[in-house]
């Protein structure tokens, strides 16, 4: 069953997928001579040849030695291959809209970042119009001030609610922004010169970040919580984002921990936001959340936690260890159901780990005595930069994946 | 990011491919003209019909004219093109070990059940190398009997249990056999001649079963209870089962429901299992399941609850509706995990759907109040039959989907 489906093969199909396989070899194992890459991909010196002349021509390769190659010379040891950087290689733009932020970045093809603009701002009380036209500039003030990097090949858009196709780009509903149906991608698109929009749930983004920039390339299967002021997560099966069936998927802060529990915003019952989401946790250490973010701005409310918890505040450990033994009940039928490789605690979560992950764990190893706990549950290490980063790569990984698409397109 | 990943393609991959895309074409809309193949799949009708001829002289096609095709001559409008019958078509060969029966089906190519046969026997207290041992007469006798059908191409056996990798055919754990790591393929393969040999866990080739047989080819998503003696589930995500890291996907039976609950056999507490497993409903009915066993026959049990939930039994009916309820708060969680296209409640549930299914909606309802909830549950037709079917199905789906592989191991 290794045929893949879909529509049937061509000559120009196969040359379209070759130089796809020989374009992302490259960016996994590169710099790699024509000769190491032809070996990895099982394709002839001769082909692998004329694929890196057709990825050099589209400046999305380049060569480490000073000389360009040329066209029929093939074998040369010396000059290494590697993805292309500088003022003619492509960047992708990434942004975020917070409830309490937005930000912008810029990394090239390797996924490094060369400019990165962040900004404190309440978006609950302004009309959605103000913060993307607000976004957009940003986005444009960061692109002119590149210095490294050429033009952008697209912008994604990380949000906090669910988008049913990051392609239409129409955020259906974002409740801690009060947003339904609230289109994102055409707006940005109207201002930014027509380029190529998408928009995507931040926990989505967070997942794709973790699986590009910190998961070995086998690990292929696993789930993303993130935590912040509500609670979502992403599944990655196969190496795949997998969506469901509306796009909806990952809506882990709805599962029921407890059945007959207080009542949640989505109109259910004993919903894990209840118990692990950001209002919840302060809620239950006796914290006024509102009182919270004019305190400490509301960026701010999970450092304060944090620091509270350090100088051994009992109210918010309890709350902390209340909202950990939740995650780890709503984890422990989700690792049942899909047995993913590993969990990862993402978002705001890693700030407030010393105190909530013990309780996860407990959980988790209680429910789950088969399954390998410990090995299974780690904390990410991009925390809350992580739905960013994913968006950025999320357009180079377009271009890495599918080197055609992103030329057709730059003629149209 | 249409290009799919693996290997490098060749002019041998295109060929594999676009034969395996011939093959499905006709067997999802056959019977069909070369030119309606051609028309179907966007390819030329000469090469339509140089991949029409190989399919044919590897008998997995036919022609429904009396004549067969001259090599060369292409268009001929009348030779509608079928799915090869007969005594020279290949069968596949389906088995289930239940804990309270065997089965074995043959089907040929079409999915058509060729022969058929059950025996009820009570294989918790035997050895399973004797359960093995009399499955394979079982699907030897039914092979020799075959008055239609070629030979099998291979053997798929369900099992309630949990299959790391069906191709190594290990049984990792079936608590309700009480077998652990127990090789159920290897001792097949040896008393069948070297037939090919598979072995799955019966929730995830009841799955299937639903999605090749029941299901339009457009419905990818979808969630597969199966509820027996166990509770069970299978996921598939873009129309392919999804088995997770290890292959333990879809314990569904063992997602908490009410976290300080009733202790379940895995150690955990408040599991599904033990509010709407077989056993446990049978006990909150007041009825000792050994002697529903002795009264009933092991497989009888639910048609017992089912009769006396018909009769007007108020503590079957209670019990059901217990059960149902604690699978509408398991399922509300998962929806909103995964968002499937439906949920499809097979196996024994089909039986006692009408006192159980208005507690599964009603909770789910209650819980995903924006979901459209009534569109999204169904009852599977399949029933119990649904994992051997899927048995079946899947050793001729194998064959569909990758001809060549077919070929390949014939001539080994």
């Not at 029929?72 to 409830?99: D, F, K, N």
């Not at 900004?119 to 009309?127: C, L, Q």
Request: net charge neutral.
């Amino acid at each position: 069953m290794n045929v893949p489906s879909g529509g049937p093969a061509s000559q120009a199909g196969m040359r379209r997928r070759n130089l796809a396989l020989v374009l992302r070899t490259v960016a996994e194992r590169g710099p790699l001579s024509r000769a190491s890459v032809a070996n990895e991909v099982g394709l002839t010196r001769a082909a692998v040849s004329t694929l890196v002349e057709d990825l050099l021509a589209a400046g999305l390769l380049a060569e480490l030695g000073p000389e360009r190659s040329q066209r029929g010379r093939v074998g040369r040891p010396g000059s290494a291959l590697r993805l292309a950087a500088g003022r003619s290689a492509p960047v992708g733009l990434g942004a975020e809209i917070g409830v309490d932020h937005l930000a912008v970045c810029a990394v090239d093809l390797r996924g490094a970042v060369l400019a990165h603009v962040h900004e404190e701002t309440d978006n609950r009380g302004r009309p959605p119009s103000a913060v993307v036209g607000r976004l957009a500039e940003l986005a444009a003030k960061l692109t002119e001030g590149l210095d490294a990097g050429g033009p952008p090949a697209g912008l994604a858009v990380a949000v906090p609610g669910l988008v049913g196709d990051p392609a239409d780009g129409v955020v259906a509903r974002a409740p801690n922004l009060d947003w339904t149906e609230e289109p994102v991608a055409a707006p940005l698109r109207d201002r930014l010169g027509g380029l190529p929009v998408t928009v995507d749930n931040e926990a989505n983004l967070g997942a794709l970040a973790e699986m590009w920039l910190c998961r070995p390339p086998g690990v292929r299967d696993f789930l993303h919580v993130s935590a912040g002021i509500g609670v979502g997560a992403a599944l990655v099966m196969d190496g795949r984002l997998r969506r469901g069936a509306r796009g909806f998927a990952g809506e882990l802060g709805h599962v029921p921990v407890r059945p007959s529990g207080p009542v949640c915003s989505c109109g259910a019952r004993g919903c894990l936001e209840q118990y692990a989401g950001e209002e919840a946790v302060l809620r239950a250490a006796g914290i006024d959340p509102a009182e919270a973010a004019r305190q400490a701005g509301p960026a701010g409310r999970v450092r304060l936690l944090a620091e509270r918890a350090r100088r051994g505040d009992g109210r918010v450990r309890g709350a902390l260890v209340r909202a950990g033994t939740a995650l780890g009940i709503a984890l422990a039928g989700t690792v049942n159901l899909l047995d993913p490789a590993a969990v990862v605690l993402g978002g705001g979560f890693a700030e407030v780990a010393p105190w909530a992950l013990a309780a996860v764990q407990r959980e988790l190893a209680e429910r789950l005595p088969a399954r390998g706990v410990p090995r299974l549950l780690e904390v990410s290490v991009l925390g809350r930069e992580g739905p960013l980063l994913g968006a950025g790569n999320s357009v180079i990984r377009g271009i890495v994946e599918d080197p055609v698409g992103y030329w057709e397109s730059r003629a149209r």
